[in-house]
């Protein structure tokens, strides 16, 4: 029986050094549709619904052209990305998000792949 794609493209985020959990979060709701690694690193799928909701919101009321793309954030001990997934009905308000081991990871090289990974959700 074939794997799902959704599945599949998850498991590819593991592929870049230092990825210690991924999901896939729809960003009005914070439902989880899949998650993979340590997804406890990665805190509620509802609050990275939040937290985008939140970045997105005062961009535009900053009046920033366009729409929000990417959120890095950094710690001590942890890179972690949101990325938004760009939008076919019924994930039009996915994100991606990835967290990272800061001591392992590359973090531009996350960036880029997270955002390859992200459109390729879909195809």
């Known amino acids: 029986m074939p794997v799902p794609k959704l599945e599949i493209s998850l498991s590819a985020a593991f592929e870049s050094p230092g990825v210690i959990g991924a999901a896939l979060v729809d960003a009005v709701t914070g439902l989880a549709y899949r998650s993979a690694g340590d997804?406890?690193?990665?805190?509620?799928?509802?609050?990275?619904?939040?937290?985008?909701?939140?970045?997105?919101?005062?961009?535009?009321?900053?009046?920033?052209?366009?729409?929000?793309?990417?959120?890095?954030?950094?710690?001590?001990?942890?890179?972690?990305?949101?990325?938004?997934?760009?939008?076919?009905?019924?994930?039009?308000?996915?994100?991606?998000?990835?967290?990272?081991?800061?001591?392992?990871a590359n973090l531009a090289l996350a960036v880029r792949e997270a955002a390859a990974l992200a459109e390729s959700i879909l195809t």
């Not at 406890?40 to 609050?47: D, I, K, Q």
């Not at 890095?72 to 942890?78: D, F, H, P, Y």
């Open 39 to 104: 997804f406890s690193t990665l805190g509620e799928a509802h609050e990275v619904a939040e937290l985008t909701t939140l970045i997105a919101g005062v961009l535009h009321e900053a009046g920033a052209p366009g729409e929000l793309e990417s959120v890095v954030i950094t710690s001590t001990r942890r890179h972690e990305i949101v990325q938004t997934v760009p939008g076919r009905a019924p994930l039009n308000s996915a994100v991606l998000f990835v967290a990272l081991d800061r001591e392992r």
